[in-house]
């Protein structure tokens, strides 16, 4: 029986492409996805991680690295790209077709960014009694 393989299509390609922005770091392989991976100040998390941090949606993460007010490292991964994919990440990792990484140190200047635009908001407010 032949196995069945997964090849990330064109039309897939050209959606995913939509998502990306001033802030998108397109890596071509795993090693340089690890690199830097390991080299972001902090470590990285997924959008959702990114999300959960900054109190937001997805989609607002996604509109921060339009925008280019975060890196996001992502790198698409077919089965062939899968199959040299690190043991330790095949084991805890779904099996999909885009992995991203946003650096944390890149999260806490934006988490700054929106405390201080919070904190002028309420004084703005007070003033106004």
Same mark, same amino acid.
Not at 42 to 70: C, M, N, T, W
């Given at each position: 029986?032949?196995?069945? /393989? =997964?090849?990330?299509?064109?039309?897939?390609?050209?959606?995913?492409?939509?998502?990306?922005? #001033?802030? /998108?770091?397109?890596?071509?392989?795993?090693?340089? &996805?690890?690199?830097?991976?390991?080299?972001?100040?902090?470590? *990285?998390?997924?959008? *959702?991680?990114?999300?959960?941090?900054?109190?937001?949606? =997805?989609? $607002?993460?996604? #509109?921060?690295?339009?925008?280019?007010?975060?890196?996001? &490292?992502?790198?698409?991964?077919?089965?062939?790209?899968?199959?040299?994919?690190?043991?330790?990440?095949?084991?805890? /990792?779904?099996?999909?077709?885009? $992995?991203?990484?946003?650096?944390?140190?890149?999260?806490?200047?934006?988490? @700054?960014?929106?405390? @201080? =635009?919070?904190?002028?908001?309420?004084? =703005?407010?007070?003033?106004?009694?």
């Amino acid at each position: 029986m032949m196995k069945k /393989t =997964r090849i990330i299509d064109k039309k897939f390609l050209e959606k995913e492409k939509k998502n990306w922005g #001033q802030g /998108t770091i397109v890596c071509h392989s795993w090693e340089e &996805f690890e690199e830097l991976a390991e080299k972001s100040e902090g470590g *990285g998390v997924s959008p *959702g991680g990114a999300a959960d941090f900054l109190g937001v949606s =997805r989609s $607002y993460v996604h #509109q921060l690295e339009k925008e280019g007010k975060i890196r996001a &490292f992502r790198i698409v991964v077919d089965d062939e790209m899968r199959e040299h994919m690190p043991f330790w990440l095949k084991v805890f /990792t779904p099996a999909k077709a885009v $992995y991203i990484i946003i650096p944390q140190k890149d999260l806490e200047k934006v988490k @700054k960014e929106m405390i @201080k =635009r919070a904190e002028e908001k309420i004084k =703005r407010l007070k003033g106004k009694k």
